[in-house]
């Protein structure tokens, strides 16, 4: 059984950083893509960075310059810099990996708030 653990969630003030983390652990032969979702009431889950195994990365637009996604082996980070209210979420961790049986699956962390206060 594959579990992803988030951490570093929290109450930052407008223009502070913040860093999230993401372990995954359990029976793992590889992962491909690792990625940061994001939640608000009311709002689609909205992707914010995602990263290749291969190293290549993604950004949405509205955080691209601020964010920055990294990876280690089975853990993926979000660097969130200059955050703004509007950042203000329940972010995901996601990953493409392959666990059992011949095809990659996506499992998901269970979630942890970003606040922003202006």
């Given at each position: 059984?594959v579990?992803?653990?988030e951490?570093?969630?929290?109450?930052?003030?407008?223009?502070?950083?913040?860093?999230l983390?993401?372990?995954?652990?359990?029976?793992?032969?590889?992962?491909?893509?690792?990625?940061?979702?994001?939640?608000?009431?009311?709002?689609?889950?909205?992707?914010?960075?995602?990263?290749?195994?291969?190293?290549?990365?993604?950004y949405?637009?509205?955080?691209?310059?601020?964010?920055?996604?990294?990876r280690?082996?089975?853990?993926?980070?979000?660097?969130?810099?200059?955050?703004?209210?509007?950042?203000?979420?329940?972010?995901?961790?996601?990953?493409?990996?392959?666990?059992?049986?011949l095809?990659?699956?996506?499992?998901?962390?269970?979630?942890?708030?970003?606040?922003?206060?202006?």
């Amino acid at each position: 059984q594959v579990q992803l653990v988030e951490s570093g969630g929290g109450l930052v003030q407008a223009g502070g950083p913040l860093r999230l983390s993401c372990a995954a652990s359990g029976k793992i032969f590889s992962i491909n893509t690792m990625a940061w979702y994001r939640q608000t009431p009311g709002k689609q889950l909205e992707l914010v960075a995602s990263t290749l195994s291969g190293g290549g990365t993604n950004y949405a637009d509205s955080v691209r310059g601020r964010f920055t996604i990294s990876r280690d082996n089975v853990k993926v980070y979000l660097q969130m810099n200059s955050l703004k209210p509007e950042d203000t979420a329940v972010y995901y961790c996601n990953a493409n990996i392959w666990s059992s049986g011949l095809r990659y699956a996506d499992y998901w962390g269970q979630g942890t708030q970003v606040t922003v206060s202006s």
